[in-house]
């Protein structure tokens, strides 16, 4: 288990990341591996590859194809499909990266629950926000909509990494917020 701030703050960079990866399945996996090539962050040694030169091209080919089929009326819902558990499995990727000081059992446990479940949340989130863009604009506003995903992923990735219990601490109000609003419309009636 982790026991050092060092730790800890990687165990949080990775949940941040994997959050980032609801917005975004690739932008936070380039970030951090443009930050672990770097030498900004530390990662397991099963992960050294995340900072590689093939990983990092492939990682931003991803990333820019990703980003602009979110453009294209149509696919922009088909990659929410494909993306939900994309973001998940990167999520949980991402989160397990960093965590460098725990036995594997722990690390995935920790990786698959954490950084997966803050993935998938903030992933669903993403999906319900396009269904009703696309509803209520006949698909107009979805690019304002794939913007601030986009934004959300690029500061979170970043945030994650420059300040990762700050990035964890608004997860947690965007995921009480989240839960607040699912619990009051459950209870208008329809």
Do not use: F, I, W, Y
């Given at each position: 288990m982790p026991t050092d701030l060092q730790s800890i703050l990687g165990v949080l960079a990775g949940i941040g990341l994997a959050a980032a990866c609801g917005f975004r399945v690739f932008v936070p996996m380039l970030v951090a591996g443009i930050a672990?090539?770097?030498g900004a962050l530390?990662?397991?040694d099963g992960f050294l590859w995340l900072g590689s030169t093939p990983a990092l091209i492939a990682l931003?080919?991803?990333t820019v194809l990703e980003i602009g089929g979110y453009y294209l009326p149509g696919l922009d819902h088909l990659l929410d499909t494909i993306a939900t558990p994309?973001?998940?499995v990167a999520g949980t990727i991402v989160a397990a990266s960093f965590v460098t000081d725990a036995e594997p059992w722990f690390r995935w446990t920790l990786a698959a629950v954490?950084?997966?479940?803050?993935a998938a949340a903030v992933q669903t989130a993403t999906v319900v926000t396009r269904t009703a863009s696309?509803?209520?604009t006949f698909g107009l506003g979805n690019p304002v909509v794939s913007t601030a995903e986009l934004a959300g992923s690029a500061i979170g990735s970043v945030l994650a990494i420059v300040a990762p219990v700050v990035a964890v601490a608004l997860l947690v109000v965007f995921l009480v917020w989240l839960v607040r609003r699912a619990r009051r419309r459950a209870?208008?009636?329809?």
């Open positions: 672990v090539r770097s530390t990662v397991s931003a080919v991803a994309a973001a998940v954490a950084g997966g479940g803050a696309g509803a209520l209870l208008v009636p329809a």
